[in-house]
T-cell receptor
């Protein structure tokens, strides 16, 4: 049972435009959500997070939006840069420290 | 920022041998570390939670006698794959959570294990 889903396996965006990566979850007990960036054969790098008491968190070019009623979160990257090309994972946690990861979305930013 | 290292970064071994992977938090103490496994083009799957000074907590379907975890100190956890088989070939990643963090985990660079 996939509790965290990223339905788009890939996304292609032109440099300078906005990238929007989506994530859905099913467990209403999740209260903390995170986005990680990952290159092949490397560990994930933490990008940004959001607590369930908020609906938006912004850090530079990255903004995460949380819609609790829809059990949906999204990561906005603007403006997108070629160096943003990677696989992006959303993750969720609840009362335990365990992170449940989504299946990932491969973002490609082209010139 | 918080840095986590893993050693080795890659290892090739013969079937039936055991392999130990180390995970270290370099600039913070971590009472809890996590071990993940990632198959090609798939998500990270949590294998176990490593607790300093106590037994690890394994996820459903993970054989605790095959994947031995030891959390020897606040900065070191080890994963030993015992009697490795080709199906154990995978990318193993550890993470650690600083005590002061809100919940984010910081990941090591991963270890590529290939069992011949």
């Amino acid at each position: 049972d996939q509790q965290v889903k990223q339905n788009s396996p890939s996304l292609s965006v032109q440099e300078g435009r906005i990238s929007i990566l989506n994530c859905d979850y099913t467990n209403s007990m999740f209260d903390y959500f995170l986005w990680y960036k990952k290159y092949p054969a490397e560990g994930p790098t933490f990008l940004i997070s959001i607590s369930s008491i908020k609906d938006k968190n912004e850090d530079g070019r990255f903004t995460v939006f949380l819609n609790k009623s829809a059990k949906h979160l999204s990561l906005h990257i603007v403006p997108s840069q070629p160096g943003d090309s990677a696989v992006y994972f959303c993750a969720a946690s609840g009362v335990s420290d365990k992170l449940i990861f989504g299946t990932g979305t491969r973002l490609q930013v082209f010139p | 920022g918080a840095v986590v290292s893993q050693h080795p970064s890659w290892v090739i071994c013969k079937s039936g041998t055991s392999v130990k992977i180390e995970c270290r938090s370099l600039d913070f103490q971590a009472t809890t570390m996590f071990w993940y496994r990632q198959f090609p083009k798939q998500s990270l799957m949590l294998m176990a939670t490593s607790n300093e000074g106590s037994k690890a907590t394994y996820e459903q379907g993970v054989e605790k006698d095959k994947f031995l975890i030891n959390h020897a100190s606040l900065t070191l956890s080890t994963l030993t794959v015992t009697s490795a088989h080709p199906e154990d070939s995978s990318f193993y990643i550890c993470s650690a959570r600083p005590g002061t963090s809100m919940g984010e985990q910081f990941f090591g660079p991963g270890t590529r294990l290939t069992v011949l």
